[in-house]
């Protein structure tokens, strides 16, 4: 089982930029799907986007952050990135890491019920 620890979180402008990294450790890195979900204050967790296992050919995103956010993931360094770009003030919110096991084909899961190893988060505050 992987360990996720995510950074790169902090306090941006409204239209700026963030990349935010997650690094695992373990040697199945790459057999592991990722995706980063958010939190904000009141609110319930929700799908950022996640990619898939092995070399990460497919992509999925929220429609909230389609066209500014890119998730992408590199083995050879155990690591999964966010790039943020044209941040808005609700892109406020916890940011979270995790990885799942278990997607055998179909829709690809992006329910947290569907992950089953998470990271501790890292806050992303974006001011207007």
């Known amino acids: 089982q992987v360990q996720l620890v995510e950074s790169g979180g902090g306090l941006v402008q409204a239209g700026g930029s963030l990349r935010l990294s997650c690094a695992a450790s373990?040697?199945?890195?790459?057999?592991?799907?990722l995706g980063w979900f958010r939190q904000a204050p009141g609110k319930e967790r929700e799908f950022v986007a996640a990619?898939?296992?092995?070399?990460?050919?497919?992509?999925y995103y929220a429609d909230s952050v389609k066209g500014r956010f890119t998730i992408s993931r590199d083995n050879a360094v155990n690591t999964v990135y966010l790039q943020m770009n044209s941040l808005k003030p609700e892109d406020t919110a916890v940011y979270y890491c995790?990885?799942?096991?278990?997607?055998?084909?179909?829709?690809?899961?992006?329910?947290?019920?569907?992950?089953?190893?998470w990271g501790q988060g890292t806050q992303v505050t974006v001011s207007s």
């Open positions: 995790a990885a799942e096991s278990s997607w055998s084909g179909g829709a690809y899961p992006k329910s947290d019920k569907e992950y089953d190893t």
């Open positions: 373990g040697r199945t890195f790459s057999s592991y799907g």
């Open positions: 990619i898939i296992r092995w070399s990460g050919g497919r992509t």
